[in-house]
């Protein structure tokens, strides 16, 4: 029970030490969640009420059914483009409004889940590569704060690409509004100065640190406050400001969606990636947290509680959610010790849901689109890039890829270019094991690479050792080797493959090797196998391989020099070529 | 230049002998090959004078530009099957008819051969493994043996998958027609006895052993003269049987195709797959052609030759070719020494499209239909498919996945099911290397897994050595188990990566790395690698991740141990545990 339920774990140990610092760390979360739920659905593309939704009951089924103790979930910057980006085609061809479009995306994100997490799918993550994820991060990053400048310029515009976004704005440079465009550049001013220097200026009035940093993260709030108020008092609606308008206040009325099947199909793709991607990025921050005080996740688990999480956004009218970086962390930070920190902050949202929605009328939509930009700029890391540059060329392929096609062809293809683009270069890299002809040392039983020692080598035997498992990448690869050095030794008589690196032999690469003894057979050469693992062995006794096998099985690589030139008279030490 | 035309290296030398092997060759594949490229055509859709066309001028081609000295290319069934199932949809849909479109994905498939050539992408052919490939032939023969059964019939029907040509036969029960399906039994049976007993039973009455098989291949080509005759002397197109009819004389006028874009667009993915699956199952006739007399081929040159001879075959009306098994061996076994049995091959068939087309109007489609069940049966290998099972669960899973899909949607879901499961599979299978916590034999400075040895152990030290390359794959795995590790040994102050097996570290595990030092760094433990091989460390020094490890690296797992000990002022040995 306790598995798949971990609520039973740290529920039976709850004390009135752990409320109050959960308590205090869900109302710093709460205040950092508001202003984010409704900037996130605002890039979405959906209603502002719809992200305050996202961040009520999911948090509640996280709590239950996840396995970080200080993750917080809730809508964020990427998953929420990536629903804007599924969800816009769906709303134009006019198979569902972009609401229940959001909602269907949630419940099937969920059911993606928690499949995975019950059938133990987690690993299907690993096809995003740290290259591949961090790109794509940095992407949507790019692509996020380009598609806000319009709402700072109060401007028309949308495109889920880099060329479409500018395309658009570049046609509107005469329509720039400057009542919205005073409101967003003030906004985006005062929040990078509250966060360069309004920590440090408040610690040096003498506020104890902890008070300055809940401060200081408060600015969006106040950014919030100060422009509604603004909104008020100089009538910005009058002067061409887009403001939030008319929330629906009331809690959402839980209900099961309905799921129309060609809706399914379309954002099915759509459902998967986001699925992935925000396990990846969820995954990554709670095992971050989860390490600080040497506690531990479940990765399986992980995909259950997110599941969950997004049935319940999907059940009360709200939108794909995922673990987000900042807000956990600033959730640990604040000394949350347990996911009650999460009920109490949806209990905190709940509250601003029925009292709050009425004074947010009057917000003005460049204040929340400030906010955007200046949360995930922070998600923009170049330096990721240089680096892996420096590092792994073809890790940086893939990295450039995705991040290329990210921006100019939109984030599904994108993320899709990169992961078939590192699979590519993965299969490309293993397709050529490192490999080497070797000989034997003079005067020792060991046997070494020709082109790197001075070794002994018989010219009826060429003996062969492979770096590497054998499997479908590089059985073609043993293929072409062997068939190339046979080539050029009309001598031979004896190949011998040397396998202490050979972890793993699979059915290609097993073909590969039967092909390759008859090949050898039909011109006349005997094929052998030396230092072959104990469970490879194993396994090839499994199958007929062995009696097929021209040559045969020694134990060590010596051990076959020594018999198959004792078979020609000869001894174990080949004479050094004069 | 020898590299780009081959040609260039074999034609030289040509003499007499040669001549006279090749010519002889070139006269038993021209007869195997009039009556199969007239079928094969049939089974792609196509009119009967496409298949002589792309047995011409590709021939040629590929005799210019091709490795193998005896590979016989040409039409061949799977890719005909391949071509029937690309063009359907697009001819279906109004896109182009069927030639045209089968030219344009000749031109794009010889297209997509020549770019894989040029950027040495052959390695792309990896991802198919052996079972993926022979699960697809077997599937590919069951359907194709499905869908020649209408023709055996005389009834009406069609469908790419088999449920929808077994129901299409289901409703054409009643209209079986007697005179098609005496001609198509009638020539299953013989060409069933000609395959297993002509070649005994002639070489029985004395004919030498050579002039025996050549006559017992010529059996398709009695079958296509005694129902040629057959449908005139019994006027058997009055009985219903559908015959041929008019074939066009003459050769085709060579031309640039037009290549319209909607159809590029469309035909593209079909096109990659019919040039993926072409090249491995050339490839590897040719492989085992060459070896038989220590010749070889070069794999990247295979792709330049086949798509050369794609190229000529869009040029010249033809359809995708690519390297027949069964022809190449016949070729091969009939002393073929160069590709320019190849070009008498291609005289050959040009002579028969010129004067013997008049002869074929009155063929009967029963005659070529049973001439591709005989075929394509010997595809079939169920027993392939056992052994697969009996060797390894995760291949067999693959191969049981392409069948299946394959046989219940088609070819191109079903190649496209076969490539993901078996990449994921192996992603499954990397996804979680082999590692041990290792502790040291007593008495020794070896290491050894703490669960298969007595081993000694420091509370305070884990050590775990991993068996495996770290790469995107297996990246988190790394962090889990350690993070599981870390989280049940409360006294912990060191962690020991112990790398001997570990040949790459591609940029996630690089990450993986650094987030591990991170994350034990701030649960105080210092993180430290042991017995990094040359070429790692190399590149570990060209990042700054040796700079943040707040451990060391060491040579050796003993120095390790005798360290971090020895700061405690304890020996290098640990105390049994009581």
Redesign the interface.
Known sequence: MQRWFPVLDWARRYDSATLGADLLAAVIVTIMLIPQSLAYAMLAGLPPEVGLYASILPLLAYAVFGSSRTLAVGPVAVVSLMTASAVAPVAAAGLADAVTAAVTLAALSGAILIVMGVLRLG?????????VISGFITASGLLIAAGQLRHILGVEGGGGTLPEIFAGLAGQVGAVNPATLGVGAGVLAFLYVARRWFKRGLAGLGLPGALADAVARAAPVMAIGATIAAAGVFDLAARGVELVGAIPAGLPVPGLPVLAPDLVVALLPAAFLISVVGFVES??VA??L????????A?DQELIGLGAANIAAAVSSGYPVTGGFARSVVNFDAGARTPAAGVFTAMGIALATLFLTPWLADLPQATLAATIILAVLSLVDFRAVA??W???R???AA?AATILVTLGWGVEPGITAGVLL???L????T??P?SAVVGQVPGTEHYRNIERHEVLTDPAILSLRV???L??????FL??RI??L??ER?GLRHVVLMCP?V??I???A???LE?IN???G??GIRFHLSEVKGPVMD?LR??DFLTHLTGEVFLSQHAAVCRLRAADGAGCTPAPVS
């Open positions: 690993f299907l993550a690993n096809f995003l590569s740290h290259p995954v990554s095992q971050t989860a390490a600080r005080r040497r506690e531990r996740i990765p680096r892996t420096r590092y792994s073809s890790d940086f990295m590192s699979l590519a993965h299969l490309w890299r397709s050529r490192h770096d590497e498992s499997y479908f990448a590089n059985a073609r293929e072409d068939a190339a046979v080539a009309p690196a972890n793993d699979d059915a290609s097993l073909e590969s092909e008859r090949r050898l039909e011109a396994r499994r199958t």
